[in-house]
């Protein structure tokens, strides 16, 4: 296992840049700080520091938790929005990163393409994905985080995935094999996350943890302790629509979907929820539903990433 400050100054592009025993770390700390909070303990850890982050997207989950959790950690975060900061037009991305690294601790960037992500990420100091075309590892991090929450494990779970393999499925993917977890993907022809990401996953996977692709929704939720969807029309991807309505056609989860998973299964999704699409109201709002869940932990996920990236996991110490 690496030292307690290997976390240091490192980059947060992919899961796939912790270890499993980082991500264990990192969730731990996450409960903590998430108990401080709703005891009502300060923790201070960012005091004097400051996060950019830039948004070429929309956002409401990503901005929100991001902003408390730095406002919560006693530090500053600085909203650079895309119609003022014209990345790539007006300066360069490579030339925004050296600007950024001159005043702040963090940037964080939820953006259209993961190259804009590599090109910040030569800044000297630590580069967040806030979401990117390829991956969305914060998602995910809340993910794991709430899976815990109600299973009280990772290790030995089944999780199952619904509808397009696109960027938070591909993220899942590389979460699930290094911590016990075994995944099926049930994506249409033509909407898998891609051989690289299936091959990699299944090279870290062990038995009895194992990564499956299959076609038919209700061959993979049977048994399931989560099931999980997404958007089938994800944001850049509007001019697909009518395609991917008729390609997705039988992929939604509703009440008939989920009565094959596991008794106790729980229903995810990272939001926002196209209901009526991937989703019907009955799921999204029935007692199985773990979705707000999902959103409030990418506050205390996401702190536990600002603090092990900028001073260490020694930093969580001082909670105590």
Known sequence: MNSPNSLVGRDFLEISDFSGDELRQLLDNAAALKLAVREGIPHPLLAGRT??????????RTRATFET?????????????????????RESIADVGRNLVRWVDVIMARVYTHDTLTELAAAEVPVINGLSDLSHPCQVLADLLTIREHKERLEGLKLVYVGDGFNVARSLLAAAPRLGLSITLACPEGYDPGPDAIATARALADDPTTVEIVRDPREAVAGADAVYTDSWISMGLEDETEARLRAFDGYQVDAALMA???PDAIFMHCLPAHRGQ?????????????VFDQA?????????????????????????
């Open 296 to 320: 409030e932990n990418r506050l205390h996920t996401q702190k536990a990433l600002l603090v092990q990236l900028i001073r260490g996991p020694v930093a969580f110490k001082e909670l105590n």
């Open 51 to 60: 996060m950019a982050m830039i948004f070429e997207k929309p956002s409401l």
């Open 69 to 89: 959790g730095m406002a919560q950690l006693g530090g500053h975060a600085v909203d650079l929005a895309h119609e003022h900061l014209q990345m790539g037009v």
């Open 278 to 290: 991937e989703v019907t109201d009955e799921v999204m709002d029935g007692p199985q539903s773990v």
């Open 260 to 262: 094959l998973a596991g």
